[in-house]
């Protein structure tokens, strides 16, 4: 009989916890167009160079437990005219801002980024990997999302594409993982005073 009552004290518990098995999210990433990075010549051909471009994208994922890594922009650098020679082009550090959703629910992506030049060769640009942001997927689930840093080539002039890609991570919220070690410690200790 006690037996019996530990099986279902046990299920129970168990049902108390989400499953991570086929938890859906759709998502989608705002773009984003930043210029005038490290420019002290004013415009030219009537851009204000370098420039970086990020351009959205979405999808729909299905998560087992564990992670994915997933695509969330496609990016273009493009560097011109922007510093004159003989003058001091200083390395430029600032912040790209990306706007992600998640099943309706929007926050920002913000990764530091660091520019320099060097005359008469070439520009590089380097994003890295910014703070997570937690979505609340209901049912117990969070999805942690990463963004992940990204370096340009030196570029001497002209477009570079890149891709820049976040981790995705569904994780059981706090209180849910709290009370299954709860509801496990309470059926153990009913167990060994049984066992006494």
Known sequence: MHRITLVFVLAFVVGLVPALADIGVTWSTGGAYIDNIG??????NGILYDT?????QSGSLSF??????????EMDFSA?????VGTVCP???????????????????ALSSLWSATIGASDTLTLYGGDTVIFDLGSGHNLDVTPLGYAFA???GG???GKLYAKFVV??????????????????????????
Do not use: H
């Not at 070690?181 to 066992?195: D, N, P, Q, W």
């Open 64 to 73: 087992p437990p564990g992670s994915q890594f997933v695509q969330i922009a």
């Open 52 to 56: 970086l471009t990020l351009t959205g």
């Open 154 to 156: 030196p570029n001497p």
């Open 39 to 44: 420019n002290n010549v004013g415009a030219y």
């Open 80 to 84: 011109n005219l922007n510093c004159w």
């Open 91 to 109: 390395n430029v550090a600032g912040t790209v801002s990306q706007d992600i959703t998640v099943n309706g629910l929007t926050q920002s992506l």
């Open 159 to 161: 477009d570079e594409a």
């Open 171 to 196: 994780t059981p919220e706090p209180g849910a993982i709290l009370l299954l070690v709860t509801m496990l410690a309470c059926v153990a200790g009913a167990r060994k005073l049984r066992l006494v």
